[in-house]
Nanobody
Framework: QVQLVESGGGLVQAGSSLRLSCTVS????????MGWYRQAPEQPRVVVAT???????TYVDSVKGRFTITRDNAKNTVYLQMDNLNSDDTAIYYC??????????????WGQGTQVTVSS
């Protein structure tokens, strides 16, 4: 059974940094495309950053230059380093995994979410 467990959220002041972690169990992590999404109150869930199996990262424009997504395949963990946070970054952050199956299909999984609140 695949599980994604996130940690690292919290309440910080604007300009501060946080690092989110997401550890995956029940899959071959190195084969997963990983990502971080966020959902602000009364807003849809949107992608923040993704990282491919080869380590290629993509970012939404609003976080470019401030957020960094990385992965450690030995630890089955993906990270989101968030620097220079501002109030617009306040949201629940969700870890996301796209996991290939032996049949050539792809399944998606979500973590439980971790709250990030940035006070101005």
């Amino acid at each position: 059974q695949v599980q994604l467990v996130e940690s690292g959220g919290g309440l910080v002041q604007a300009g501060s940094s946080l690092r989110l972690s997401c550890t995956v169990s029940g899959s071959t992590f190195s084969r997963n495309t990983m990502g971080w999404y966020r959902q602000a109150p009364e807003q849809p869930r949107v992608v923040v950053a993704t990282i491919s199996t080869g380590g290629t990262a993509t970012y939404v424009d609003s976080v470019k230059g401030r957020f960094t997504i990385t992965r450690d395949n030995a630890k089955n963990t993906v990270y989101l380093q968030m620097d220079n946070l501002n109030s617009d970054d306040t949201a629940i952050y969700y870890c996301h995994a796209k996991i290939p199956s032996a049949m050539g299909l792809e399944f998606t999984y979500w973590g439980q979410g971790t709250q990030v609140t940035v006070s101005s």
